[in-house]
């Protein structure tokens, strides 16, 4: 049943190695469409990230949470500040990117502890409160002392490096030209694929357990035992700090960062990634965050040529009709398909019970 | 003291508005258990009808009360049908999902409902046409207009209609019936998809009312007011214990009052540290106290520990 170390058939093996293959080439592939495609890809990859880390507090402990940017907001932040002309600060990615998940795990504990008694919406709205609240002090925070240059935000912020390689500069490596977004690519692949391995160990372990069954009854599984406290602590920090790496990574990547990109829209939507594809269950987590990230994009380049082949003209805005078709599209997926894209066979099969 | 005074009074106008709102929120989520995430923008599309009604009917030249009134009835109307399709569209053929499926739907509705608003309204700031003459009235050195006052009597007025509606007409009883047991509520007769609807559209028209008591009060509107003014409203409702139609107004007047007062004292409680655009971490702050020590709300009932 060991999904990473267990004996894999032949079939399995032609397959991974084949999803391998095809993850490895895909940036080239998507700079045929141009750096604007490979940036998108990036960012479905940082999403998945950051996706996965809400899997853990809402897909596998089952604690509804709204404010999940926050977690996102502060390590971007932390990144900004230690790595950039703003303290004239500069230090290296090992050392940022180890301390953004620590602080943003004291952020997730910091929120988890005044909430534990809280059931279901009551949760959603204060997590929806605390993530405003980050979002408002951000906003803010440029006087009387300024720290975080209020909504200009903060700008030329050191790309992820090690010694002298840039992650954000065109450099040849074995014969091969790699574009900035290309070498973003990798150090995302990288990442994510050590995230999604922790997701895999962490559901099948005591501990992962332990969050199901707080999510199926907590009652019960405090009566069998569990700590649910440290339990449920421990599901929002160590969500939280894959949100604060994840935040860092964005930060380097975009050398600039600014409130705007932590509005509650946002949460929002990494929650919508979660659900449409199917809360709880990796693959599905994946496909959900991937497809909520091409998704707007691809529309964004389809609504101009398409209202031009249909009436001839462009009649309606296109921002505002491709946001417009995206929620309609998670309103279409939601009702068709309720438990999510791909859910985990666990829920398909609840949820079949219930309707017989 | 006179500082005291007008944040008072501001606070109770602002608040009246959050409760008008909230009561949405709490019907829909007493009687379906279910965050209506949609409702802000419904009301946002009430003003902005309000305003293209009145802004027509009065280039037409008729009278300012009867643009008014046919502004109210347009908000109300428009209201009433998106309520009644939203629960048809979004809620309905997910009754027994997943909980978190009909959330999901309810945001993708409101991005739907926001951008339609954005491409017929457009993008820019709308005014208000100013329909009431603005006078000044003193009391102890803080000032209040008639529009002030015309919104909290319009938003006392209708959630008295709203208790009346709940507490002593048969619509009502169903209703409650339904909020406490929706299996024994049909048994007993009662056709829960009517009650359903109907709170729906009940909430959505004083979604309306609200949407043109913002109208008039600040004198202007924008295609993205719905999604803040919805926020607070929400949050105001759980402030009261969702689910609980006293708590919602209760919790509305505390959550404009709260916001008033600390806009108005912080600067000079921090120092000058933290100003007045601290405005809006009010409300979330009390909110987090307040659920720290009551967990269900200022007046919500204990729930079971099975949600």
């Known amino acids: ?356 | 003291m006179d500082i005291f005074l007008q944040q008072v009074i501001n606070g109770l106008v602002q608040g009246a508005i959050y409760a008008m709102v909230a009561l949405g929120y709490t019907m829909v989520y007493g009687i379906m258990g279910l965050i209506n995430f949609a409702h802000g923008e419904v009301v946002m599309i009430g003003t902005l009808v309000a305003i293209t009604v009145v802004t027509f009917l009065l280039k037409l030249g008729f009278p300012v009360w009867l643009a008014g009134g046919m502004g109210i009835v347009a908000a109300a109307g428009v209201c009433l049908v998106l309520g009644w399709s939203l629960e048809r569209i979004a809620y309905r053929p997910l009754r027994g999902a997943p909980r978190l499926t009909p959330l999901i739907t309810a945001i993708g509705m409101s991005i739907v409902l926001q951008n339609l608003a954005m491409m017929i309204w457009g993008r820019n700031y709308m005014t208000f046409p100013s329909i009431i003459e603005k006078t000044q009235y003193e009391i102890g050195g803080a000032a209040f207009t008639n529009v002030q006052v015309l919104v909290v009597l319009v938003a006392g007025i209708s959630m008295g209609g709203l208790l009346f509606l709940v507490y002593r007409t048969k619509l009502g009883m169903a209703m409650r019936a339904t909020a406490q047991n929706p299996g024994v509520a049909g048994l007993m007769g009662v056709n829960a998809n009517r009650v359903i609807s109907s709170a729906f559209v009940i909430g959505s028209v004083l979604g309306a009312l609200a949407g043109v008591m913002v109208g008039v009060y600040y004198e202007i509107a924008h295609y993205q007011m719905g999604f803040m003014l919805g926020l607070k409203a929400f949050t105001a409702a759980v402030l009261g214990g969702i689910g609980n139609l006293a708590g919602a107004m209760a919790g509305g007047v505390l959550l404009g009052l709260i916001e008033a007062l600390g806009a108005g004292y912080i600067g000079d409680l921090t120092g000058g540290f933290l100003g007045s655009h601290y405005q809006d971490i009010f409300a979330f702050v009390v909110l987090i106290f307040v659920l720290m020590f009551r967990p269900s709300g200022l007046f919500g009932e204990k729930t079971g520990d099975r949600a």
């Open chain 1, 1 to 356: 049943m060991n999904p990473l170390l267990g004996a894999l058939p032949v079939r399995k093996t032609i397959v991974y190695v084949l999803a391998a293959a095809a993850l490895l080439i895909l940036p080239f592939v998507a700079a045929l469409g141009g750096q604007a495609w490979v940036r998108i890809v990036d960012f479905a990859i940082l999403y998945v990230f950051l996706a996965l880390g809400l899997n853990i507090v809402v897909g596998f402990a089952g604690l509804l949470d709204l404010g999940y940017i926050a977690f996102y907001a502060v390590g971007a932040y932390l990144w900004a500040l230690l790595a950039s002309p703003h303290f004239g600060l500069h230090l290296p990615f090992w050392v940022i990117l180890p301390l953004g998940a620590i602080v943003a795990c004291f952020f997730g504990v910091l929120l988890g502890a005044p909430t534990l008694k809280l059931r279901g919406d009551y949760l959603a709205i204060v997590t929806l409160g605390f993530g405003e609240i980050v979002r408002i002090f951000m906003n803010n925070l440029n006087a009387p002392i300024n720290i975080t240059n209020g909504p200009q935000g903060i700008t030329l912020i050191d790309p992820v490096a090690i010694g002298d390689f840039k992650f954000s500069t065109v450099s040849t490596l074995f014969g091969i030209t790699f574009s900035g977004p290309q070498k973003y690519y990798y150090l995302l692949l990288v990442l994510v694929v050590g995230v999604i391995i922790i997701n895999i160990r962490l559901q099948h372990s005591r501990i992962g357990r332990a969050w199901q069954a707080i999510r199926e009854d907590e009652i019960a599984a405090k009566a069998i035992g569990i700590n649910t406290r440290n339990m449920k602590l421990l599901a929002f920090a160590m969500g939280a700090s894959f949100g604060g790496i994840a935040g860092g990574i964005f930060a380097a990547m975009q050398g600039f960062v600014s409130p705007e990109s932590f509005s509650l829209i946002e949460s929002i939507m990494i929650l919508a990634m979660v659900v449409l594809g199917g809360m709880g269950h990796i693959p599905g987590v994946i496909l959900g965050a991937v497809l909520l990230t091409v998704l707007p994009e691809a529309l964004r380049y389809a609504v101009v040529p398409v209202q031009k082949a249909v009436f001839g003209e462009v009649l309606a805005d296109p921002e505002s009709l491709r946001m417009l078709i995206f929620g309609l599209a998670l309103v279409l997926v939601m009702r068709f398909k309720p438990a999510g894209l791909w859910p985990s066979p666990d829920r398909r099969r609840e949820l079949a019970e219930k309707s017989r």
